[in-house]
């Protein structure tokens, strides 16, 4: 047991676990292409509704039954038979006048019914199955005279024979009904009329029934008629010409002159395998050269190969032998979805090794390699990093117009030019632009929030001035609020200088110290000036507990309202696990024990990336700077190097990947930005003071000395 629980405890290295996805993907990528779905089985990779890539003509004469287009005669032969119905039956008529006369002897009988109240022979009335009235027309029946209800009877089964007597098919029952009331007798009133056609309505079905089986036998016998269609084709008649349509009769006899091709051979599962084997040493020769971040994250890149085998199936089961289908497969937003997830540069390396494989052995595949490079090349250049919703339309209108530009390229020096194919072709490439742009803002969504990774546009919203966090942090800490939009300006303009994510920065400096506002007065930016300093009457192990616990606050409003997980990485580690160093010092001041330096240290962890210790230095800058208000450009460059060379022997930059050509840098950004804040202010004169000393010092008789000006006023 032992061993075997060492056996499963053994952990895989991450270079093991990618090289095992990219085998894997290779071996799924190389069956998309040899399948069947990949390229049918043909020496034209033609299929109906396909353009002819050239002229084919009939390599021999030929003279076969068309089965299209026999098929074709045949059905429209059977559409033109109508449908055909029964002779008239008298029986249906006797028997609807029967159940009319058994309806009408019930409501004699309600009416003589003399032991009933109204609302009996109402309600008995009103359980008729077979005709239902109106309580108007019941209460009619009631109230008639008996000699004007048996003439209402007799001109009521009088109406129903006549009407029954013509021919009424299943389709005219309704016109039937609206001619009952020219056939009642014109001696009755327009309410007795409406009463017997109520009464006669219902008895009025069809009876001329149609016929299935006779129709049947006389569509099929028009069928039969048919004789088979022959089609005859001599050497060198044109079979279908450049350009042209494939239809199904055009299929049908390249297949009978054995021009479609019936398997797979040696050679191009042989060819296929090299392409696959090529394509996939160049991604991993890619990765490795560069050794990415993403090699340490085999979540991301088991997604990466889901996707990329996604999209490459899709197109090998859509794409081949069609027209249009290629034009308007969104295939980009697999490169669009890569470089706004993860970086441009992986991004378009991907989409260039799936390009070539989605279009293998498709009739115009250069075109379709051309059209889908190009366009994913502008498409994430136009994307940039996603930062706006207008990207996301920038890159879908890119891939738009590049593709209808490399559709024309290829379409218009064609001299049998298809004008109307050429314009679907070119809306299906408008089409595509907007589905790639669109499927890409969904999938970066979705696939951003199952690998907990951070977008710009997450960022762009956390970032908004009326952020629910934001709005609370102002309302509670707004000296915080102050000090962490110094640091985001501070952190923002070095970012850029050493080519780190300044976006990310700027909103992870803007929410580091966001737990502050649950104990707003425990620190000194939000403190009144001139009130007690809460940090006076405590115990120093207690206040640095309160002062650590801001990050711990922080996490929890993070997660309270939801900030992505990259921006909680700087509430984490902007103080690393440094000393809150005036609590400490206070303690040695008043303590005459032993004192546990863990105590008063931030629980960490310590910054693990470009940003997070710029972060920490930012802040660490400007709290010292806000203190210290530095009066010239030494003291400043000083007191930058200070908070640089503290953090530095604390080994809170020691898993960053910071060098000191950026520490060079971020030095110099600091002092460049820091220069413009504490620049010395210039002294405002008191205009009116010296206005009224001025005054002053006239003598009250030389008033003819004071200006005009000043006399007037």
């Known amino acids: 047991m032992g061993k075997l629980s060492r056996l499963f405890s053994i952990k895989i290295p991450y270079a093991v676990i990618a090289l095992l996805i990219l085998v894997a ?28 890539p050239e002229d084919i003509r009939a390599p ?74 109106e309580p108007e027309k019941l209460k009619l029946i009631l109230n008639l ?108 006899a390249l297949q009978q002159f054995g021009l479609i091709r019936s398997g797979q051979n040696i050679k191009n599962t042989f060819s296929t395998t090299l392409l696959i084997i090529t394509l996939s040493f160049l991604v991993g020769f890619y990765f490795r050269q560069r050794n990415l971040p993403l090699l340490q994250n085999p979540r991301a890149l088991l997604i990466i190969a889901i996707m990329f085998l ?20 969104p295939l980009a937003t697999f490169g669009l979805t890569i470089s706004c997830l993860f970086s441009t540069e992986v991004g378009l390396i991907l989409a260039f090794v799936l390009i070539p494989l989605a279009a293998y052995g498709l009739t115009n595949e250069l075109e379709l390699i051309l059209f889908y490079q190009l366009s994913v090349l502008l498409g994430v250049l136009a994307l940039n990093k996603g930062r706006r919703f207008a990207n996301f339309i920038w890159a879908g209108l890119a891939i738009s117009i590049t593709g209808s530009v490399v559709i024309l390229v290829y379409r218009l020096p064609n001299p049998y030019t298809d004008w109307i194919g050429v314009a679907t072709l070119v809306v299906a490439a408008f089409l595509n632009g907007l589905a790639s742009a669109s499927l890409t803002l969904l ?28 709005k609370f942090m102002l309302q509670n800490a707004p000296g915080s609020y102050q000090h962490s939009l110094q640091v985001a300006n ?92 005036y609590q400490y010092a206070r303690a040695i001041q008043i303590m005459d024990y032993d004192i546990d330096e863990n105590k008063f240290r931030y629980p960490g962890p310590i910054p693990r990336s470009k940003e997070t210790a710029l972060l920490m230095l930012a802040d660490g800058c400007e709290a010292r700077a806000r203190a210290e208000l530095p009066k010239n450009e030494d003291e400043l460059r000083l007191l930058i190097d200070k908070v640089f060379e ?68």
């Open 646 to 713: 503290y953090c530095i022997q604390e080994g809170q930059l020691d898993q960053t990947p910071l060098t000191l050509l950026d520490l060079s840098k971020i030095k110099y950004s600091f002092l460049s930005t820091m220069r413009n804040v504490y620049h010395p202010r210039i002294q405002y004169p008191d205009i009116k003071k010296q206005r009224n000393n001025y005054l002053s010092a006239i003598p009250n008789n030389s008033e003819a000395t004071i200006p005009s000006s000043q006399s007037r006023k």
């Open 145 to 252: 005279p008996e000699a004007r209800w048996d003439a209402i009877q007799k001109e009521t089964l009088s109406v129903l024979e006549q009407a029954m007597r013509k021919t009424i098919l299943e389709d005219e029952v309704a016109e039937a009904r609206r001619n009952l009331p020219p056939l009642v007798s014109f001696s009755l009133s327009q309410e007795q009329v409406s009463l017997v056609v109520s009464l006669v309505s219902p008895f009025v079905v069809p009876n001329s029934l149609y016929s299935e089986e006779l129709t049947e036998q006389a569509r099929q016998a028009a069928r039969d008629s048919i004789l088979p269609v022959q089609k005859i084709y001599i050497t060198g008649e044109m079979i279908v010409s450049r350009g042209q349509i494939i239809k199904p009769e055009d299929w049908e």
């Open 443 to 470: 999938l970066q969504y979705l696939i951003s929030q199952f690998l907990g990774l951070t977008t710009a546009l997450q960022l762009l919203e956390t970032l908004r001035p009326d952020h629910p966090l934001l």
């Open 25 to 52: 993907a290779s071996g799924l990528a190389l069956l998309a292409i040899i399948l069947p779905i990949a390229i049918r089985p043909s020496s034209y990779s033609l299929s109906i509704g396909d353009v002819a």
């Open 490 to 581: 501070l952190a923002e303009q070095a970012a850029e200088t050493i080519g780190a994510d300044s976006l990310l920065v700027r909103a992870g400096a803007i929410y580091h110290d966001v737990g502050k506002a649950a104990n707003p007065l425990f620190f000194i930016e939000n403190q009144i000036p001139g009130n007690i300093n809460p940090h006076d009457d405590l115990d120093p192990v207690i206040s640095a507990e309160t002062i650590i616990r801001h990050v711990s606050d922080g996490v929890q409003l993070a997660r309270k309202f939801r900030l992505p997980p990259r921006v909680v990485d700087f509430i984490t580690e902007h103080h690393g696990t440094l000393l809150t160093r």
């Open 60 to 133: 021999r004469s030929l003279s076969y039954t068309s089965e299209v287009l026999t098929e074709r005669a045949r059905q429209e032969a059977a559409a033109a038979v109508s449908k055909i119905y029964l002779p008239t039956d008298p029986t249906i008529a006797r028997t609807q006048i029967e159940r009319l006369r058994s309806v009408l002897n019930f409501i004699a009988a309600v009416r003589m019914d003399k032991y009933a109240t109204l609302d009996q022979k109402l309600s008995d009335l009103r359980s008729l199955s077979d005709v239902k009235l």
């Open 310 to 329: 996604v999209f490459l199936y899709g197109a090998r089961v859509l794409t081949p032998n069609r027209a249009i289908v290629p034009y308007f497969y």
